[in-house]
Structure formats: C-alpha cells, structure tokens
C-alpha cells in the first residue's frame, strides 16, 4: 500500500527496525491505514512517521517537537497524529498501546519528551543548591526563611541544581509538608532572631556579656 510506502520512507532509520514493522501490521490489520486512506487523512500518518524520525530526544517540550516536525506546534495535542505515534512508541516499548494520561505521559517520556514542564511540579522546603544561579537562589532563600516552594520540571531544566542536603525526605501528602514547613519557620525565624541586631542586644544582656558593643 502506497500509505505505508510513504510511511516508510519518512521514518527515517527507524524504517528497518523490527518495532515498526510491527507497528505497520498493527495498522493494517486493525484497518487504521484503510480509514484514514478513504478518509483523505493519509497525512496523519506521514506527519507521525515525521515526528518518529526526530525520536528519541532529549527533554524536548512536546510542542517544539510537533513545530520541528509539523511546523504546527499543536499537532501532537490530542489529534491523531498523536494517537499514532504514541501506538508506534508502544511498540517500540513492547506494551499496550496508553489508555490513560499517564501510561501516555509514560509513553513520551519514554522519547525524551516533556508533556508539560510547567504542570509537572513538586513541593519542597529546606533545599539548598550548591549552584549561582536564579532558581538556587529561589530555593535558598526559601529554605532560610521555612518557606515551602513549588519547583517546576521547566525551571529544573533551564537552571540545574545540586543539592548539599545529605539526606532528602520524601511523602505524598502536601499537609506532612505544611507540618514540617511550620515547624521549619519558627526554626529558622528563631535563628534569624538570634543573629539580629535585637537578638544579639537580648542575649547579651540576659548572659551579662559586656564584651558585646550593642549591649554598651
């Protein structure tokens, strides 16, 4: 068939793997290629063997990937071109094709691809990075204060960081967080106290430490 012809020449050097293969015979015999002949949507598949031959990637957005391979940044929104390649990805990966969002979230980072960057998030409080840069200094001055913070995966890919914490503590529920975050604040507003001007006035008056010159 002329269709997966086409679809052959476009995938690139995927076009010998025994994965697409199988995934061409998945087409076929489910009549997915016969639809969308009769349909006048044989393009769909070309443009999904367009997107395959740019995969796998390396934490490329979704949406820069559909430009780079549509030249229409929506083109692996929800459309069929996205439902193509994502069964193609399956096979691939030896499983059933996603049901879910997130079995096709999986799916695509399977390729290197970030669904959303800015949705994928994760609280945290009293991290540390060892980095210069904007996002480190986010979360410094977070953690010195006991302030919890909401870092994201695209903030996390533009500015890398290294933590200095030995050990990090992971839980499901944001109100632990919360909890903790409390707990860290009175922590940290006590420290900043104790290294104020007030703080130091205060401590030396009540130890009688006269050696202190804003206790004079």
Same mark, same amino acid.
């Given at each position: 068939m002329a269709a997966e012809q086409d679809a052959r020449q476009r995938v690139g050097g995927h076009a010998a793997q025994?994965?697409?293969?199988?995934f061409l015979r998945q087409l076929a015999a489910d009549g997915t290629i016969t639809r969308l002949v009769r349909r006048g949507d044989?393009?769909?598949l070309s443009w999904a063997?367009?997107? !395959?031959a740019l995969l796998p990637v390396q934490s490329i957005p979704i949406p820069v990937l559909a430009e780079r391979a549509t030249g229409n940044t929506k083109a692996l929104?929800?459309?069929s071109v996205a439902t193509l390649v994502l069964r193609a990805l399956s096979a691939k990966d030896g499983v059933n094709p996603p049901v879910t969002a997130g079995e096709r979230r999986d799916r695509w980072e399977s390729a290197g691809v970030i669904v959303d960057d800015l949705a994928s998030q994760v609280l945290v409080a009293g991290l540390c990075p060892v980095e210069d840069h904007v996002v480190a200094d986010w !979360?410094?001055?977070a953690a010195n204060f006991g302030i919890p913070f909401r870092l994201t995966l695209h903030q996390l890919t533009g500015d890398p960081t290294t933590l200095t914490d030995k050990h990090i503590?992971?839980?499901e529920n944001p109100a632990v967080l919360r909890a903790a975050a409390a707990e860290l604040a009175d922590s940290c507003a006590?420290? !900043?106290?104790?290294?104020?001007?007030?703080g130091r006035v205060s401590s030396a008056v009540e130890s009688g430490d006269g050696d202190d010159p804003l206790a004079r």
């Open positions: 025994p994965w697409f293969e199988t044989a393009d769909q063997c367009e997107v !395959l929104s929800g459309t !979360l410094r001055d503590y992971v839980c006590a420290d !900043l106290y104790r290294r104020s001007a007030v």
